[in-house]
């Protein structure tokens, strides 16, 4: 059977942040499971048309691996899936990763208090630290709609974007318009004989202001990397004193904000009539601001048109409107998104009393500082509960996140414990997030991804250098110490 000291699930950008702190601190006794036959995560599965971060690859990067060959200041996917090979290699986090392993379940077991991870039904693996990097926006979200199985054309997500499928001289539906659909939109739609965006509502969409780096720019940066990392920072504060004032309210941050997208929609459209199916009626920032250059101009082709009616059903021959119109096409293109709260919702993971973890938050996902729950001991999160942005770079988190389990780690072997979040503590926590996110616009809108009910499961409720600040110790009086002695005790 084999044992380590921690075992990793899953290899994208949190699963290589993990390894490189663990080996940083001289860790090695560890492993990567990925259940794909390739590292990337979101990066290796989203390869639809104009696939790229809506973050300034500045600083959608490590701060410990700066790059300064970026080719765009918005990177593309194939660039981005490149960087994570290139410094899982770099860092020697390679030949730790094993491919094609799905991780079924996770039992804690009382007595040793190790875990035992169940994967691809083979002998388990024993870990003393279980690690999850699985993420938060990974499983694709499919509406439930009339007829979908009676439509006689080709249907897909664009998270799991079909090359087979030709779109030459095609009618084409997309339903959705937001992250995904925005990039794959322009790239698609002079292809298309027909193309037809139903949106359920409109976005704030800001200028992107997207070019290529000059050669002299990326010499200079590798050169002097104190101005590589000032253009980090200035990306940085952008995000987090201006798009973050916004969502959370201030007058003056949401007119700007507000102001610079009306701009960019009044440069490209000006058909008062579709002006304002692009308006949104609802706050700044009560959904993702999504930046984009290309995707209004493509609304004023002949062949592209706008749809805000909404969709009743799918038909043999494409779909039917609430207004009673059918619209006949070849292909369906789904773009709605992820499902909001999966988190570890593929595997079964079962704790202390034999508690599940869905059972544990069959309410809505919650986590101390989003890494850590209780009744589970020794099982850490990246990109955990309420640790997603809406105004910064995921990458921020992660490596605050990875630093402070580490800490755990070194804590809990020094200890020869494993270490249990109490749970006053964990509510309390929880109690305060979800306090101060009520106050923010995403609570000002009820058709949200980010809402389950009236919780917000997702989102962190503060700026980055809060939660960083927050996790730079590791407050081990916050955590019950519990030892495989006083649990056989109890048991006996």
Known sequence: MRRYQAVIIGAGFGGICMAVKLKAAGINDFIILEQASGLGGTWRDNIYPGAECDIPSSLYSFSFALNSHWKFKWSEQSQILQYQKDTAEKYGVTHHIRYNQRVESLSFDEKSAHWNIQVNGAQPIIAQHSISAVGQLHVPAIPTLAGQQAFGGDTFHSARWRQDVDLTNKRVAVIGNAASAVQFIPQIAEQCAQLTIFQRSPNWMLPKVDRLYRGWEQWLSDKVPALAKLYRFLVWAYGEWLILPAIKGNRVAAWIVKTMCRWNLNKYIKDPELRQQLTPDYPIGAKRILFCDDYYPVLNLPNVSLESNA??????????????????????????????????????????????????????????????????????????????????????????????????????????????????????????????????????????????????????????????????????????????????????
């Not at 619209?327 to 993971?349: K, M, Q």
């Not at 270490?419 to 009520?438: G, K, P, S, W, Y």
């Not at 995403?442 to 991804?449: N, P, V």
């Open 311 to 492: 969709i009743d059903q799918l038909t043999t021959s494409g779909l039917r409107t609430g207004d009673g119109r059918e619209h006949s096409f070849d292909v369906v293109i789904y773009a709605t998104g992820f499902v909001t709260n999966p988190f570890l919702s593929e595997i079964d993971v079962i704790g202390i009393g034999g508690q599940t973890l869905s059972d544990a938050w069959a309410e809505g996902a919650h986590a101390y500082l989003g890494v850590a729950t209780h009744g589970f001991p020794n099982l850490h999160f990246l990109y955990g509960p309420n640790t997603n942005l809406g105004h910064s770079s995921i990458i921020i988190m992660l490596e605050a996140q990875a630093d402070y389990i580490v800490q755990a780690i070194n804590h809990a072997s020094a200890n020869g414990v494993a270490l249990d979040i109490d749970a006053t503590v964990e509510q309390t926590f929880d109690e305060e997030v979800q306090a101060r996110l009520q106050r923010l616009a995403w609570h000002k809108i009820d058709a949200s991804w980010y809402k389950v009910g009236e919780r917000i499961p997702n989102n962190w409720a503060g700026s980055t250098w809060e939660y960083r600040r927050r996790l730079r110790r590791f407050d081990a009086d916050r955590y019950q110490r519990i030892s495989p002695v006083s649990i056989s005790a109890a048991e006996s």
